[in-house]
């Protein structure tokens, strides 16, 4: 066997390897197909100092597999990228709920969590008939619902609505790192890191912070 082929007979077996991890992903999506459209949900945003949550609802066709998918915490940002399009393209129907800081403050990450949800779930453009969501069950919803633990790695659907929420949200806070640059929003998407919190301290908070998150950073008192 030549190297050419060798290495041609790699890359058909690592292929091999990826559908059949894609197929594992599809288990619950079999498991409940008799409901009708299977709908993932999942959220990003919750543990930010600064921006909104953002949560996706995605329905796939049922015979949809798509090579790659995982939790998009796994992923890279290319590779994010990549998937948002071709699950846009491939879904039946995708919903964006977007809930602000100054909510989120209001009613707390928890609530807002769940409202972000209800709002992803209700612009979808086709009714879902049962929901596989990533580890919650969200309040004030009929349609049945399956919270699975670590869902965005178990399930095709919730990793879609994973990469949808993310690569959303990031596009955002990467739109508002243009208006607030000293924060460095592009690179922490709003998260702690020791550079955004040194900003923080060093500037004071801008309107994008979450007022119940910060005040222990800032040494302020309930």
């Known amino acids: 066997m030549t190297k050419k082929e060798e290495a041609l007979l790699k890359r058909e077996k690592k292929l091999e390897a990826e559908r059949a991890r894609v197929e594992a992903l599809m288990f619950y999506e079999k498991k409940y197909a008799g409901y009708g459209n299977i709908c993932g949900i999942d959220e990003v945003g919750r543990g930010p100092l600064a921006g909104p949550v953002v949560a996706g609802a995605v329905i796939l066709p049922p015979d949809a597999r798509i090579l790659y998918i995982n939790d998009s915490k796994k992923l890279s940002p290319k590779r994010r990228e990549e ?80 990469i949808i929420a993310k690569v959303y949200r990031d596009r955002m806070m990467e739109k508002y790192s243009e208006l607030y640059p000293e924060y460095e929003f592009a690179s922490n998407k709003g998260y702690g890191t020791a550079a955004h919190i040194a900003a923080l301290k060093k500037y004071g908070p801008c309107p994008l912070h979450r007022k119940t998150f910060i005040g222990g950073i800032l040494g302020e008192r309930d």
């Open 83 to 162: 998937l948002y399009d071709e699950i846009t393209e491939k879904a039946l129907a995708v919903g964006i709920g977007i809930v602000s800081w100054e909510r989120i403050d209001e009613i707390n990450i928890l609530q807002a969590t769940y409202e972000a949800m209800r709002q992803a779930i209700a612009k979808l453009t086709v009714q879902p008939d049962c929901l596989l969501n990533d580890a919650v069950t969200i309040p004030e919803v009929l349609i049945p619902q399956v919270p699975i633990i670590k869902g965005d790695a178990k399930s095709q659907s919730i990793a879609a609505a994973s």
